[in-house]
């Protein structure tokens, strides 16, 4: 019989430097007079510690244990079920190859795979400078687009193996990455804040526009009896008149 070794029990998880965690209590408070039932909370509060830290460690859930009076096994629960909160260090941008059935086939298991090699990490790895943690996930809703890669849950429609090579390239440079809609694209610490319930202070982030474009009306034209329309998007990105010229 092979000897299964036990181990020692794990520890408590350490408590935020009091700096922080007073900084944190103060944000946390915000977060919990919003919602009647304090434990309703929990998900804007993992978005908070995840915007301290970029992963949700075991310090963290302490602290939305003892902030929300719920046991940490009850926060492993949550944080453990919902893809959005990392459990280990990860990268400043989480970029998201869709691999579902229709970006599958237009491309996203080629462009998948080639991020792999490109970047020289497997699924959920974070290239060494800290930069890229890539992932494969599922569907965004943006099948008109296909195939779909993400960026810190903003969209970057229309790629190809080569234009998401150069999209993590110049990621890793330091270079200005603008997404295809939606609004300009910031860290993952920045985004975890945001998701918590925090307004975005960035200049033009609130006013930035581009929500589904005229590919996801075809659709509701096709339904009201209208004629269909040339493709208005180039399934690699060039735009075209309404017409088709």
Known sequence: MTDVPLGMPQLPAPDYPEGVRARLEADAREVIARYPDSRSALLPLLHLVQSEEGYVSRTGMRFCAEMLDLTTAEVTAVATFYTMYRRKPSGEYQVGVCTNTLCAVMGGDAIFEELQEHLGVGNNGTT???????????????????????????FFDNQTPRSAKELVDDLR???????????????????????????????????????AGPASLIGLRLARGEAAHAPIVHPRGETTTEGGE
């Open 128 to 154: 060494d400078d800290g930069k890229i943690t890539l992932e494969h996930i599922e569907c965004n809703a943006a099948c008109d687009f296909a195939p779909v890669v993400m960026v810190n849950w903003e």
């Open 173 to 211: 440079a330091g270079h200005p990455v603008e997404p295809t809609r939606g609004a300009p694209l910031c860290t993952y610490k920045e985004t975890a804040r945001i998701l918590a319930g925090f307004p975005d202070t960035r200049e033009g982030a609130v006013h930035a526009t581009g929500g």
